[in-house]
Structure formats: C-alpha cells, structure tokens
C-alpha cells in the first residue's frame, strides 16, 4: 500500500488520525461481520483517542505504551470545561458529570479487551481463550459479547451513548 | 504571582480550572499547579483513578481555547493521594516541591 505523507504530523495528530480511521473502520464493518470485528476497532480508536490526548501537541514523544487510558481519559475529560460546552452540556457540569460518570463502567470493559487486560482466560475480540468453566477454547469470531450487545435496554443505551461520545471527541480538535 | 512567574494569565487559568474542577468533581481533594510561563499544569488528587502502572505522571493536554476563556494549553494528570511524591514527574515539570496547592 503507498503511504500517503500528510506533511509534518506530531504524535499528537497521528494518534488523532488513527484514531479516527480506526473509528472509519468501525463504521464499515458495524453489522457486516463478527461482533469481534467491531469491538477490536472500538478498543483500539478509544485508546488512539486517550494517547492523542497524552501527546503535546507540540511534543517530542510518544504516549505511554499502556492500553488502559480510556477510562482515565474520561475521568480527566469530565472537568474540561470547554469539552463540556463543545457536547452541549453548557454550564450543566453536574449533568455532564453524571453523564461521563454513568459511562464509566462500559469504558472500563472496552478498556479490557485489549489483549494484554484478558490475558489467556477472558473474551477479547483478537485471539482465542480458555474459557475455564466450561472447559473450552474459544474464537474471538464465534462468541457473543453479549456482556457489549445483549437484548436488554439499558445496555444498549449505554453503548450507543458512548458511541456517540467518542464519535463527538474524535470530531473536535482536541 | 508565583515566584519567577511572568504570565499571570497561567496563575489566572490554573486556579479558575482548579476551581471548576474541584466542582464538577468533589472527589478531587487537592489540586497542584507546577508553574510555567506558556502552559497550564495541574496535578490533581483523587482516589478516583487507579493507581499509576508505570511510576510516572501522563498528563493529559488540551489546546488553549480563548473562546472558553481558556487562553493557554493545559496539561493535567490525576493521581492518588499516596502516589505524590513518589512518581516521576514530566520533564519541564520541575520538583515536587514546585508544585503549589490551589485552594478550591
């Protein structure tokens, strides 16, 4: 594939211009293939996101090699108030607050699916796992996730508003 | 002003961030300004995040916004309370002892 230079790109803008393909890609592949498929790309735009904002924009170095930022990301993004203005929340920083705060626990579980979090014993969307009650290894491809996207309503509202959060983020030059 | 500060605007976003933040977020029990003449720098205790993996405070940074009546650049870490002290801090960041508590 021919790399394409865009000029002189920071870290900050690269993990910014990752993060937002990786989001493109997401946006493709959602519905058309494996549940798997569209977690791997939600994990890996959500963590681009939070190392973009780790990154000066005029430093010299690259984020930490860490894969759980999500949450903390979040947890820092709650008090700023000019991304609270941008979302629409305004001087409600209370409501935005409680907003951010009632998305946590979902973040937290996208957070640990990144491999090196599940380890060999728990569901992550890139390689196989021992599941240990039953004794079974299992592909990425072929399980559910039905703990990001069962049938009960209150989940699914969850995943959609932190769909639409990280979709906003990644729309502002933050 | 801070000692060798020369941009008050930096005192002036710190404490008002300082002072927001307190209040969106009670769980901040303290909050630290590392002076700098171009940049915002907070360090802000709270138990609300997990301890720190790597032994170093990450920062997160934000673009000055004016129109926000935010002028300069912000970078702000949060750690636990245990942790001051004793994590490498950003380079430029200064000393430990640099760091000056806003009051709320």
Known sequence: MEYRWK?????????????RSDWAVLKRLSG???TCHTLHYLQMATEKLAKALLTSPCGADPAPPTHVIFVRMLQVLKARPEIRV????GDAAQAFRKYIDSLLDYAGRIERLAPDQAGFDHPNPEYPWLDKPKRQVLAPC?????????????TITKMAKIDML?????KLSV | MAVGQKNPEVERQAKYLAADNRQVEPDITKVYWFPDDNEVRLLEITEIVPLTSDGEVHPFYFRASPIDDLPLPTA???IR????????LPDQW???????PLEG
């Not at chain 1, 399980?143 to 209150?154: G, N």
């Not at chain 2, 200064?94 to 000056?100: Q, T, V």
């Open chain 2, 81 to 88: 309370a245990e942790e001051f002290g004793k994590l490498k």
């Open chain 2, 94 to 100: 200064g000393a430990w002892d640099d760091g000056i």
């Open chain 1, 166 to 170: 990280v979709g906003e983020l990644l």
């Open chain 2, 76 to 78: 702000v870490a949060m």
């Open chain 1, 7 to 19: 000029g002189n790109m920071g870290w900050h803008e690269a993990y910014l211009a990752q993060a």
């Open chain 1, 32 to 34: 058309k293939v494996e």
């Open chain 1, 86 to 89: 941008r979302l629409g929340y």
């Open chain 1, 142 to 154: 072929e399980y559910s996730f039905d703990q990001f996207y069962p049938r009960d309503k209150k």
